[in-house]
């Protein structure tokens, strides 16, 4: 199929560019100029009925981003003047257009080694619901659906300049999605070593559970749940470990559990860590040697 030539002096938010459709991780970096031009427009002047003139320029330039499955779309600006250019996003999927506020003021905070990260800072809002009480504390943003995932669908970016002189932009996006892997963080220092268990040397504590009770010292487990009656009270003292779950394979199993396996109810949506070697991975997949990775992205990351 042929590339469609129209120039963004012609593109509206009826018309805009297409970035894509995606389902993995990937990195867009738009550039271009805003602001009035002075050329000739129309035709020229002759004895006919005249449309002709001085003027041109745009102060919009219009794209639009297909996401295949639910992720979220980051966008930040870059040099030469930031200050005076606006973006904004658009929710293509409702009628009438909903504009998606972009976290410039982000209000979760991860302190990381002593330095405060801004997980969603530059990230489009999810849908604008009056749900914002669905409370979680196993959650990053505790259930306030504004962080959560933009949903499958299309979205527009406008880039717009705030001023009535030419201006040139620069802006990176980045369209990331939830995880589906779930990493382990090991002690050993070559990564070599996985807590996994074959066999439990722990005592059995049967549910339901009728009076107090001590989790010794070398530990208990309880198959599947444990129901805990009113009044009595179970202790683990420190250095103690109390397994509820699945039970453990026997010795002579072929297989091994690892301990702290996710479940399926994972909170995966709720990880944002932004790779900077994913970032720049899925850069090199769609760019030249020659095109250098972004490097106004690189603040956004938090990791290697």
Same mark, same amino acid.
């Given at each position: 199929?042929?590339?469609?030539?129209?120039?963004?002096?012609?593109?509206?938010?009826?018309?805009?560019?297409?970035?894509?459709?995606?389902?993995?991780?990937?990195?867009?970096?738009?550039?271009?100029?805003?602001?009035?031009?002075?050329?000739?427009?129309?035709?020229?002047?002759?004895?006919?009925?005249?449309?002709?003139?001085?003027?041109?320029?745009?102060?919009?330039?219009?794209?639009?981003?297909?996401?295949?499955?639910?992720?979220?779309?980051?966008?930040?600006?870059?040099?030469?003047?930031?200050?005076?250019?606006?973006?904004?996003?658009?929710?293509?999927?409702?009628? @009438? /257009?909903?504009? *998606?506020? %972009?976290?410039? #003021?982000?209000?979760?905070?991860?302190? $990381?080694?002593?330095? !405060?990260?801004?997980?969603?800072?530059?990230?489009?809002?999810?849908?604008?619901?009056?749900?914002?009480?669905?409370?979680?504390?196993?959650?990053?943003?505790?259930?306030?659906?504004?962080?959560?995932?933009?949903?499958?669908?299309?979205?527009?970016?406008?880039?717009?300049?705030?001023?009535?002189?030419?201006?040139?932009?620069?802006?990176?996006?980045?369209?990331?999605?939830?995880?589906?892997?779930?990493?382990?963080?090991?002690?050993?220092?070559?990564?070599?070593?996985?807590?996994?268990?074959?066999?439990?040397?722990?005592?059995?504590?049967?549910? @339901? /559970?009728?009076? *107090?009770? %001590?989790?010794? #010292?070398?530990?208990?487990?309880?198959? $599947?749940?444990?129901? !805990?009656?009113?009044?009595?009270?179970?202790?683990?003292?420190?250095?103690?470990?109390?397994?509820?779950?699945?039970?453990?394979?026997?010795?002579?199993?072929?297989?091994?559990?690892?301990?702290?396996?996710?479940?399926?109810?994972?909170?995966?949506?709720?990880?944002?860590?932004?790779?900077?070697?994913?970032?720049?991975?899925?850069?090199?997949?769609?760019?030249?040697?020659?095109?250098?990775?972004?490097?106004?992205?690189?603040?956004?990351?938090?990791?290697?």
């Amino acid at each position: 199929m042929a590339r469609n030539q129209v120039g963004q002096t012609q593109r509206t938010q009826n018309n805009p560019l297409v970035l894509g459709t995606f389902d993995t991780t990937a990195v867009r970096y738009l550039r271009g100029s805003l602001g009035p031009q002075y050329k000739v427009v129309g035709r020229a002047d002759t004895n006919q009925t005249s449309n002709g003139g001085i003027g041109g320029g745009t102060f919009n330039h219009w794209f639009q981003i297909n996401l295949s499955s639910p992720g979220w779309i980051i966008a930040t600006k870059g040099p030469p003047r930031p200050q005076y250019i606006q973006i904004s996003a658009y929710d293509l999927n409702k009628t @009438p /257009i909903q504009g *998606d506020p %972009i976290f410039d #003021a982000d209000s979760i905070r991860v302190n $990381s080694n002593g330095e !405060i990260y801004l997980p969603y800072i530059n990230s489009v809002m999810s849908a604008q619901s009056d749900l914002y009480n669905q409370f979680s504390r196993l959650r990053l943003d505790r259930g306030d659906e504004r962080y959560y995932p933009l949903n499958a669908g299309s979205y527009l970016i406008c880039i717009s300049s705030t001023r009535n002189e030419p201006l040139n932009y620069e802006v990176a996006v980045v369209i990331e999605f939830p995880p589906t892997e779930a990493f382990f963080e090991l002690e050993d220092l070559d990564g070599s070593v996985c807590l996994q268990e074959t066999e439990l040397d722990a005592e059995n504590i049967v549910s @339901p /559970i009728t009076v *107090d009770t %001590i989790i010794p #010292a070398t530990g208990g487990y309880t198959i $599947s749940l444990c129901q !805990i009656n009113n009044g009595v009270t179970v202790t683990v003292p420190d250095g103690a470990t109390w397994f509820i779950g699945d039970a453990i394979p026997a010795k002579d199993f072929d297989d091994f559990k690892i301990v702290l396996e996710p479940g399926d109810d994972a909170y995966f949506d709720t990880i944002h860590d932004h790779s900077l070697s994913e970032w720049r991975g899925a850069w090199e997949n769609e760019h030249q040697d020659t095109e250098p990775f972004p490097e106004i992205l690189v603040p956004l990351t938090n990791r290697p």
